[in-house]
């Protein structure tokens, strides 16, 4: 059974920084695109930047380019979100996501419903 487990979410001041981790088991995880998107409350989930299995290219949305930075480690099963200079409208929920298929010659996704596997999410708070 396919399970994927984020981690390293908490409370920061504006300006600072965090790393997330995803861990992945039960799937064929270096095959697979993954995603990192965010919920906030009262509103819908947003993406946030995504990673290819096949080169490790990775995109960002335009509010969050340029301070994070998605990366991924085929032999651990796990991918990363580092977050830096955050601020208070980064505050969310952070999920990581797996693509259904592997091996899918589709670059990653930015839109949800392209993703089969998800995790719990983690909070990250950020104070002004």
């Known amino acids: 059974q396919a399970h994927l487990v984020e981690s390293g979410g908490g409370l920061v001041q504006a300006g600072g920084s965090l790393r997330l981790s995803c861990a992945a088991s039960?799937?064929?995880?270096?095959?697979?695109?993954m995603g990192w998107f965010r919920q906030a409350a009262g509103k819908e989930r947003e993406f946030v930047g995504c990673?290819?299995?096949?080169?490790?290219?990775?995109y960002y949305s335009d509010s969050v380019n340029g301070r994070f930075t998605i990366s991924r480690d085929n032999a651990k099963n796990t991918m990363s979100l580092q977050m830096n200079s955050l601020n208070p409208e980064d505050t969310a929920a952070y999920y990581c996501?797996?693509?259904?298929?592997?091996?899918?010659?589709?670059?990653?996704?930015?839109?949800?419903?392209?993703?089969?596997?998800w995790g719990q999410g983690t909070q990250v708070t950020v104070s002004s």
């Open positions: 996501a797996a693509g259904p298929q592997i091996y899918s010659f589709d670059i990653c996704s930015r839109s949800d419903t392209e993703y089969g596997y």
């Open positions: 039960g799937l064929t995880f270096s095959g697979r695109n």
């Open positions: 990673i290819n299995w096949r080169d490790t290219s990775a």
